[in-house]
């Protein structure tokens, strides 16, 4: 047990970094469904940017923080971004069931912390995990009435020159990214939903009304 978004207090509340972003007020009742909403889509396409929006026009939503064993980039934040850990923090993690999916992506391991998921959908919150393919198959078999998005870029010639524009990795890493781009833009038909990324408002709204809308139907 790591204690990523236990609940220590007996409260309810995550006494971790994981789950206090929610303000006092309460939430219940607030949102018409409280369900899970996965949001998938290649490296590059700017999902850390919608989800960011997102997250702007509604902080009563839970967006969940991974866990990872990738180094933090400038200006990354612990706790924030990501939770970042070690190899044998993460191992420990998987073997005590503390995370609702895994996967190892382009050399580094990736993982949703269980738990405060879990607590948000009974706080009656909705949630959203912003994760790759691999974790959202896993998550469709976990979750089966969670729903499945992927964004998707203009094309793909924007989508390349995005991840070598961004700067931030070495020539092979995003090489790699590219590789791994195409594989999950190939899997976009096993989504319910797919929004394309060529203006982060206008995607981070189409988002918002599948995630917070008041059709109860959809
Ligand atoms: P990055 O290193 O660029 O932050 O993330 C690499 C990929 O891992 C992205 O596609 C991102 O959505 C995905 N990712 C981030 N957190 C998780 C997670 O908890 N689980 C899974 N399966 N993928 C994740």
Not at 89 to 98: C, I, L
Not at 123 to 150: C, F, H, K, S
Not at 159 to 174: K, S
Request: proline share 6%.
């Amino acid at each position: 047990m790591t204690g990523f978004g236990q609940d220590t207090t007996g409260s309810g509340e995550s006494a971790g970094p994981i789950g206090r972003d929610r303000g006092d007020e309460p939430v219940a009742g607030k949102f018409p469904r409280h369900r899970l909403t996965v949001v998938s889509g290649p490296s590059g396409v700017g999902k850390s940017s919608v989800v960011g929006e997102m997250r702007r026009r509604e902080p009563d939503i839970y967006f969940s923080v991974s866990v990872t064993t990738r180094p933090p980039r400038p200006g990354e934040v612990d706790g924030e971004h990501y939770h970042f850990i070690d190899r044998a923090t993460f191992d420990k993690m998987v073997a005590n069931d503390e995370l609702l999916e895994h996967a190892e992506f382009t050399g580094n391991c990736y993982g949703t912390p269980r738990a405060p998921v879990e607590q948000a959908l009974r706080d009656g919150r909705p949630a959203i995990l912003e994760i790759e393919l691999q974790g959202a198959r896993q998550v469709r078999v976990a979750m089966p009435e969670a729903r499945l998005v992927m964004l998707m870029p203009p094309s793909w010639e924007e989508l390349v020159g995005r991840l070598t524009g961004r700067g931030t990795e070495a020539e092979e890493a995003v090489k790699a990214r590219l590789a791994e781009a195409e594989r999950e833009l190939a899997a976009a038909g096993e989504f319910d939903v797919r929004v394309v990324n060529a203006d982060v408002r206008v995607a981070a709204g189409e988002l918002l009304d599948l995630v917070i809308g008041t059709d109860v139907t959809t």
